[in-house]
């Protein structure tokens, strides 16, 4: 095109605008309208509400029960506790294991505790091929689910004891749980 024709065309649009609308500020139609949900701080407030609610979620989905964080913190206040400060056929029944049997591994600590209300059996014990493991039995029923998982420096496992009583196996190494769930979950041969 004619540099001429374009000059010629601006000028006409020019004058065409300028009748069509009052002198001044141009009408509020004329500028953009951005919906509320595309503004920059929204959309990042939202991105980190997602981002926290996501981290917290997946705390809480491996958080254990609330007796289990008991029995962790319970066992962990009395890790260097040592001696035998009841009847080994006592914590053998409660364990769900034959009264007339030694105690299994190299006992550490057996003794009766209170944890969260509840009256517990607490078995520390030594395998050779596995590690220091405690125990904790109830003497009341409680409603524990099998599970496993890592928690506050140790591992845990609740398994279903040979008398059919829920068991919460605590642990500094996952191998010492594999050992003490052969000892203390297989029904006896």
Known sequence: MHPK????????????????YETGEPPGALFR???????RWLQTCCVLAFVAGTLLGGVL???PNELVRGAIEHEYYERTLRGSFMESSTLLAQLGLEKNKPVPGYPQLMRPCDI?????????TFFEKGGIVTVFAFDQPVSLKEGQGWWNDVYWQVVTGRDGRPLILVS??????????RVFSQPPA
């Open 61 to 63: 989905a491996i958080r």
């Open 5 to 20: 024709l374009d000059d010629d065309f601006d000028l006409r649009a020019r004058a065409e605008l300028s009748l069509a």
């Open 172 to 181: 500094e190494k996952k191998k010492a749980l594999t050992v003490a769930y």
């Open 33 to 39: 309208h951005t919906p509320w949900y595309s503004r």
């Open 116 to 124: 969260d209300g509840k009256l517990a059996y607490h078995l520390t």
